[in-house]
């Protein structure tokens, strides 16, 4: 939480859960004020030992964005590439997207697993040159790089 309060980003409080069903992990998640909640069901498959340029686009994150004071906010992340595995998700309820004033999404997720990553570095946020942000939706139009499918 002091991560994202330093960076600025937007930090709901809530409660989360992690469970296994017969080798699938179950999340589970609330979010305090308005409720919005998730609950996927993800199984992991097989280790992916040879990401496509998708998977690494997808999954290596060097920056995150947020939005404050009306502005679009960037900074650096670092981490080591992430051991991704094939996974299919057997259930995905929930109410987020609305909550954050998005249009639901269009086409199945796509979805990979890992057992996460060890050493995370964040770096220093700075503003976007002249990006004003005013919607939710735009900020996030904005901050999503070009890439497959985009």
């Given at each position: 939480?002091?991560?994202?309060?330093?960076?600025?980003?937007?930090?709901?409080?809530g409660?989360?859960?992690?469970?296994?069903?017969?080798?699938?992990?179950?999340?589970?998640?609330?979010?305090?004020?308005?409720?919005?909640?998730?609950?996927?069901?993800?199984?992991?498959?097989?280790?992916?030992?040879?990401?496509?340029?998708?998977?690494?686009?997808?999954?290596?994150?060097?920056?995150a964005?947020?939005?404050?004071?009306?502005?679009?906010?960037?900074?650096?992340?670092?981490?080591?590439?992430?051991?991704?595995?094939?996974?299919?998700?057997?259930?995905?309820?929930?109410?987020?997207?609305?909550?954050?004033?998005?249009?639901?999404?269009?086409?199945?997720?796509?979805?990979?697993?890992?057992?996460?990553?060890?050493?995370?570095?964040?770096?220093?946020?700075?503003?976007?040159?002249s990006?004003?942000?005013?919607?939710?939706?735009?900020?996030?139009?904005?901050?999503?790089?070009?890439?497959?499918?985009?």
């Amino acid at each position: 939480m002091l991560a994202a309060r330093g960076i600025g980003a937007p930090y709901h409080p809530g409660a989360l859960d992690v469970s296994t069903r017969e080798e699938a992990l179950v999340y589970s998640g609330r979010r305090g004020a308005d409720e919005a909640s998730h609950r996927p069901v993800v199984r992991p498959g097989t280790p992916i030992h040879r990401p496509s340029e998708r998977d690494v686009w997808l999954t290596s994150r060097r920056r995150a964005y947020t939005r404050r004071l009306g502005m679009l906010w960037e900074t650096p992340v670092e981490h080591e590439p992430w051991p991704l595995a094939e996974a299919g998700i057997e259930v995905l309820q929930e109410t987020l997207t609305a909550a954050a004033g998005l249009p639901a999404p269009s086409r199945e997720p796509v979805v990979h697993f890992s057992e996460g990553v060890r050493h995370v570095r964040l770096g220093v946020s700075l503003p976007c040159p002249s990006k004003r942000v005013t919607t939710r939706k735009r900020a996030l139009r904005e901050s999503l790089p070009a890439g497959p499918g985009r």
